[in-house]
């Protein structure tokens, strides 16, 4: 499968425990995308890396959330002292520079 | 205000009817606009970008109002296989940008 690929698929936490969340891109795709959502609503944007930069970085995106790309290939996402509103789906999509974004299957977050 | 309003729905309509989705958006410095397709608890899948002049992709046509800041998605002769949630979705240049997403328009097609 050379589609966009996440990992988990779900992940059950306890309030106050720190969680990190893989993405792998499409290969080449120099553009990654994270994104949150919640039932009933669209996704949110949070960040996005051109390769290895970070180029821009949601207000949704609290001192507890950080984002690494460090190879310009996979990403991760990490939450830190988890908190129950941060239960959601976390989507990750990538793109070539002027592409379509295709979306990964997300990251389902229970927090508890 | 969100950036990017939709009617929830549902919309619930039979085989073969035609069905209209509405869309409008805050920021007039948007450049780009696309309807995504999403099924329940999966990923979004672009569905078509929309363009000024209208464009038309099978049973789908989508349409752009910038003087209106309006996005539309006509489906005709609906299919069961058409029922999702449908997103539309504004990015502020080019495709590969920071997307927003409405909240979505569900639509169930029933026998």
């Known amino acids: 499968d050379t589609g966009v690929s996440q990992d988990p698929r779900h992940k059950i936490t306890k309030r106050g425990q720190n969680v990190t969340f893989r993405c792998d891109p499409i290969?080449?795709?120099?553009?990654l995308y994270w994104y949150r959502q919640t039932l009933g609503q669209g996704p949110e944007f949070l960040t996005y890396f051109q390769n290895e930069a970070q180029l821009e970085k949601s207000r949704l995106l609290s001192d507890r959330f950080s984002a690494e790309r460090p190879k310009g290939s996979f990403s991760t996402l990490e939450i830190q002292r988890t908190e129950q509103g941060d239960s959601a789906m976390y989507l990750c999509a990538s793109s070539l520079s002027s592409g379509e974004q295709f979306f990964g299957p997300g990251t389902r977050l229970t927090v508890l | 205000r969100k950036e990017v309003e939709q009617d929830p729905g549902p919309f619930n309509v039979p085989e073969g009817a035609t069905v209209a989705f509405n869309c409008t958006y805050s920021?007039?410095?948007?450049?780009?606009f696309f309807w995504y397709r999403q099924d329940c608890r999966k990923e979004p899948k672009l569905l078509m970008s929309v363009y000024s002049s209208g464009n038309e992709d099978g049973r789908f046509t989508a349409q752009l109002n910038r003087a209106s800041q309006y996005i539309s998605l006509l489906i005709r002769d609906s299919k069961l296989s058409d029922s999702a949630t449908y997103l539309c979705?504004?990015?502020?240049?080019?495709?590969?940008?920071?997307?927003?997403f409405g909240t979505g328009t569900r639509l169930q097609v029933t026998l």
């Open positions: 290969s080449e795709h120099n553009r």
């Open positions: 920021n007039s410095a948007s450049q780009s």
């Open positions: 979705v504004v990015g502020k240049a080019g495709t590969a940008s920071k997307l927003t």
